[in-house]
């Protein structure tokens, strides 16, 4: 039996990278999953082949409505929510705070920040009401990453936000500690996601090696692994750890 079977696991950002990668794995535990992403064609393209039983929505996370409505679809699809992974987010262009354009950086703040407080708004009463009336206990897991509890010169922006997923995640997990539910965050380094090979091109190791200059491990890190924390991080054995920041970082934050 999976870790997750017979559970409900909602995923945000979930057409491709951490978010595609981690209802694959919530899958193959046994997970029931409520998928959501913004590009609904892309959404039901890469998670058409999970194997389990899977309700999507797409929709923009800065409308806050739509994490009103995973909420909803959680509950109506499959009667219960155990572990939600908010990991819908985007980031800049490298930029000194100064040159960064004020559009850019509303929308990094809009959608990496603002959408993260709709969800945990909509979320959180829901698994507290489930608690007090079921008894289930649940999981939050934010993906936030390690600009969110370090600087990160040239993403200002993009920092400050992870700062604020950090903070809005160590707040409501203590006010939602003795609720029935945990919330941590997740904070990887760079990854080998689309959105940063893509940035770097194709076969570019001076490239990949500027950026991880900084990493004592001196490499990127794979999917594979920050999934890993995420799923440790959503694990109901796991069910003494809250407010966390658990930084996958290859040791950024270790010097």
């Known amino acids: 039996m999976g870790r997750?079977?017979?559970?409900t696991v909602l995923v945000t950002g979930a057409a491709g990278g951490f978010g595609l990668r981690a209802a694959a794995r919530f899958a193959t535990e046994g997970a029931r999953l409520v998928l959501?992403?913004?590009d609904a064609g892309r959404l039901e393209k890469a998670t058409s082949g999970l194997g389990v039983e899977t309700a999507t929505l797409a929709g923009d996370i800065c409308d806050e409505t739509l994490s009103e409505r995973l909420v909803a679809l959680a509950f109506s699809r499959f009667g219960r929510l155990d572990v939600a992974v908010n990991n819908a987010g985007i980031v800049h262009d490298f930029a000194k705070l100064p040159q960064t354009p004020s559009d850019v950086a509303r929308r990094v703040f809009d959608v990496d920040l603002l959408g993260m407080f709709f969800a945990l708004k909509h979320q959180i009463p829901a698994l507290e009401r489930q608690h007090r009336e079921n008894g289930l206990r649940s999981a939050i897991v934010n993906v936030a990453s390690v600009a969110g509890i370090a600087g990160a010169p040239k993403l200002a922006?993009?920092?400050?936000?992870?700062?604020g997923v950090v903070?809005?995640?160590r707040s409501a997990a203590a006010e939602c500690a003795t609720r029935g539910v945990r919330?941590?965050?997740?904070?990887?380094?760079?990854a080998r996601t689309a959105m940063v090979t893509g940035a770097l091109g194709?076969?570019?190791?001076?490239?990949?090696?500027e950026l991880t200059r900084g990493v004592p491990m001196r490499r990127l890190a794979e999917v594979d692994e920050i999934v890993e924390v995420i799923l440790f991080a959503a694990d109901p054995k796991n069910s003494f750890m809250t407010g966390q920041a658990l930084a996958a970082d290859g040791g950024i934050t270790a010097v």
């Open 4 to 7: 997750f079977e017979n559970m």
């Open 36 to 38: 959501s992403d913004l």
């Open 157 to 163: 922006v993009y920092a400050a936000a992870k700062h």
């Open 167 to 169: 903070g809005l995640t």
């Open 183 to 190: 919330i941590n965050a997740v904070c990887p380094s760079f």
């Open 202 to 209: 194709q076969d570019n190791p001076a490239g990949e090696a």
